[in-house]
């Protein structure tokens, strides 16, 4: 897809937005993105746990709003749940 969308005469606005609309499909291997943190020099652990792609430090999350952020999507979740019982 991002190869198609470079391809294109596409105004530049309309390219990078669906550049970024591409990466939505992007899959992430938790397991593998563990392992290489941990290895990972500091900065870049940083770098991880400020885009949250590890939570090492929950009072870090919550001030980040990732906790909030999660809760959130949780009662979202259980809301639909009512309807159904």
Same mark, same amino acid.
């Given at each position: 897809?991002?190869?198609?969308?470079?391809?294109?005469?596409?105004?530049?606005?309309?390219?990078?937005?669906?550049?970024? $609309?591409? +990466?939505?499909?992007? *899959?992430?291997?938790?397991? !593998?993105?563990?392992?290489?943190?941990?290895?990972?020099?500091? @900065?870049t652990q940083?770098?991880?746990?400020?885009?949250?792609?590890?939570?090492?430090?929950?009072?870090? $999350?919550? +001030?980040?709003?990732? *906790?909030?952020?999660?809760? !959130?999507?949780?009662?979202?979740?259980?809301?639909?749940?009512? @309807?159904?019982?």
């Amino acid at each position: 897809m991002i190869s198609r969308i470079r391809s294109a005469s596409l105004d530049p606005d309309i390219e990078k937005f669906l550049l970024c $609309a591409a +990466e939505r499909h992007t *899959v992430f291997n938790f397991s !593998r993105i563990a392992d290489y943190y941990a290895h990972a020099p500091a @900065e870049t652990q940083c770098l991880f746990e400020e885009s949250a792609l590890v939570i090492i430090d929950y009072q870090q $999350a919550i +001030e980040n709003g990732f *906790v909030r952020m999660t809760q !959130r999507m949780v009662e979202i979740m259980h809301s639909g749940e009512e @309807e159904y019982a």
